[in-house]
């Protein structure tokens, strides 16, 4: 089955800064990857995805890019505002029935002002 | 408004109790989800159900069972609950192939 790493667990950074968030993924017949974030004592939110065929998605301060070839994909919020501290994961969903999101162990991103 | 909604928020019970947690979503998705988040933040799939069919079941243990009446709900009931059990308890919905909707999560506390 799928499995989805995801690096760095914890991350902090200043406000204005950029913040880059990787993960990897095992299946290559995955093909749908969202990033979710979650805010404190609240449920994971979807705040951008990306389908296998397209490279990058871009919305606002925040882009999605995705390697097939080497099963990346990566997070890159520029402009990092305090609100953005949350806890972000990434997830992998493949094909066929039977199937669900596996989510990475998540990254708990800081920004400080 | 639309939304995934669970019912309760939070839950404390003792060991060996018996206990349910609801699930609704009004969205119109034809795939429901439990999740289960530990303490470190990692979240797992428990079971789905698509068109009132379990098509998930993961390593779960036979103590915790999915009830689904109709598309919009999805219920877990937990028997004989234990110590280990502690965690939060997320429901989802999709449409099939799509990001998942989350519900805001029941916190169960097993004393």
């Known amino acids: 089955g799928e499995n989805v790493e995801q690096h760095p667990s914890t991350l902090s950074v200043q406000e204005g800064d950029s913040a880059v968030i990787k993960c990897t993924y095992s299946d290559s017949a995955s093909n749908y990857f969202p990033w979710y974030k979650q805010e404190l004592g609240k449920g994971p939110q979807l705040i951008i995805d990306i389908r296998s065929n397209v490279g990058e998605k871009k919305d606002q301060r925040i882009a999605v890019t995705l390697n097939k070839t080497a099963k990346h994909f990566s997070l890159h919020i520029t402009e990092t505002q305090p609100e953005d501290s949350a806890v972000y994961f990434c997830a992998a969903f493949g094909q066929g029935a039977g199937t669900a999101l596996i989510f990475g162990k998540g990254t708990t991103l800081s920004v400080s002002s | 408004d639309t939304a995934v909604s669970q019912t309760p928020k939070y839950l404390v019970t003792q060991m060996g109790n018996d206990k349910s947690i609801k699930c609704e979503q009004n969205?119109?998705?034809?795939?429901m989800y439990w999740y289960k988040q530990d303490s470190k933040k990692f979240l797992k799939i428990m079971f789905s159900y698509n068109n009132k069919e379990l098509i998930i079941n993961e390593t779960v243990p036979n103590r915790f069972s999915p009830k689904s009446p109709d598309k919009a709900h999805l219920n877990l009931h937990i028997n004989s609950l234990e110590l280990g059990d502690s965690a939060v308890y997320f429901c989802?919905?999709?449409?099939?192939?799509?990001?998942?909707?989350f519900g805001s999560g029941t916190r169960l506390t097993v004393v």
């Open positions: 969205l119109g998705h034809d795939t």
């Open positions: 989802a919905s999709s449409q099939r192939g799509n990001g998942y909707t």
